[in-house]
């Protein structure tokens, strides 16, 4: 990934924003919508859950390893890691316009779903959640991922 359009990028939407000054403001418009009545909203931990469990689904639908989407998408692969395997990692806004545009996903909604972006939508946030409760894995391993598994499982305990 390179740095320097990470920040021509920022710097591009930071203008599209107030005149320049960096805010939330064009972006959250879509989501500001009032809770309703007697619904919780969903934690940020849930949309991030949603998000991560979206990109890697996305990328499994394509037959990618995280390095090959890394370079296909010309993100830096630590990064792509953290974002799948770290649920706590905010991801850089650029990173996520990119992996946006990548997989053809509207990015105010992803920003959203990563936790750059405030969500009061109630519908928005249930629906992540039963995404993501719907996106847990209940399939057999694969062969790939079997192998995979007892190889690594094998390395530890040579440790």
């Known amino acids: ?33 009032k809770s309703s009545a007697g619904e919780e909203p969903v934690g ?15 990328r499994r639908e394509r037959k990618l390893s995280v390095e090959e989407l890394a370079a296909k998408a010309d993100l830096d692969m630590a990064e792509l890691l953290r974002i799948e395997s770290d649920e706590g990692y905010v ?21 959203a779903l990563a936790g750059l972006l405030k969500v009061k939508d109630a519908q928005f946030q249930q629906q992540a959640l039963r995404f993501a409760a719907r996106s847990e894995p209940v399939e057999k391993l694969s062969k790939e991922e079997h192998r995979a598994l007892e190889e690594y499982v094998k390395f530890l305990c040579e440790r």
Do not use: Y
Request: charged share 30%; hydrophobic share 50%; glycine share 6%.
């Open 1 to 33: 990934m390179n740095k320097e359009l990470d920040r021509k990028w920022l710097k591009k939407h930071a203008a599209l924003e107030d005149g320049g000054f960096v805010s939330v403001g064009g972006f959250i418009s879509t989501f500001e919508e």
């Open 44 to 58: 940020v931990d849930a949309l991030k859950h949603a998000f991560v469990k979206l990109l890697q689904l996305k």
């Open 91 to 111: 991801a850089a806004p650029f990173s996520v316009h990119k992996l946006a545009e990548f997989f053809k996903l509207p990015e105010r909604p992803l920003m």
